[in-house]
């Protein structure tokens, strides 16, 4: 591979550690994911060697083949795409994290998934921030009521709420979406759950996102360049 992928995740790290600062956010509070959706294990592989344990990917099928290609270098894998009812098991058996959970059904099936022998799947919520009709996603009105069933699954581990807000065009506009998913996240733990985790931010987005308060981006583009 000629791509200085080092480089690349030297410059995002730095991204990230400028905006923990200059949003008065303690330094390391943002993890960085990697989103490798269509992209080949061999940029995966120097993106591994250059310190990335998270990897992001957004298709079941495509993830378990990576999975089984790159068990040696023991990644941390996070589905973070849609999550259809029949590919339930093999994502629990498979993951670490999904953070694309938007029905209680979902929940449900992975929680009577969850091999015995592996600790609790870390889950988060997705949430249709913007409204938008055909988007995946909870209703902000749902989110509480599927949040505290949820969190009754014993084979998961409710870490927060997750959004791909709609694109905006300035920075004001991006912080939006991101500030009402961070309060809806603070009403949840004023109600009594204990969320530790906001996943926001993309390449575009990571800044307004890291204002407004995430604990984990999912950078695709700017680490791995244009997806073909
Ligand atoms: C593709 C994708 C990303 C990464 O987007 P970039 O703009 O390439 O950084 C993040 N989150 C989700 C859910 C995605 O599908």
Sequence with gaps: MNIDFVGRRQAVLARIRAAEQRFQ???GAVRLLAVSKIQPTAAMIALAAAGQCCFGENYVQE???KIAE???LRLEWHLIGPLQANKTRTVAENFAWVHSVDRLKIAERLNA????DLPPLNVCLQVNIDREPAKHGLDLGAVATVAQAVAELPHLRLRGLMAIPAPAADFAAQRRPLARL???QESLNAAGLALDTLSMGMSDDLEAAIAE???LVRI???LFGPRA
């Design 220 to 222: 695709g583009t700017a």
């Design 25 to 27: 956010r303690p330094s």
């Design 213 to 215: 308060g995430a604990t």
């Design 182 to 184: 961070r309060e809806l």
């Design 113 to 116: 998934q969850r091999p015995a």
């Design 63 to 65: 993830a378990l083949d």
């Design 70 to 72: 790159l068990a040696a």
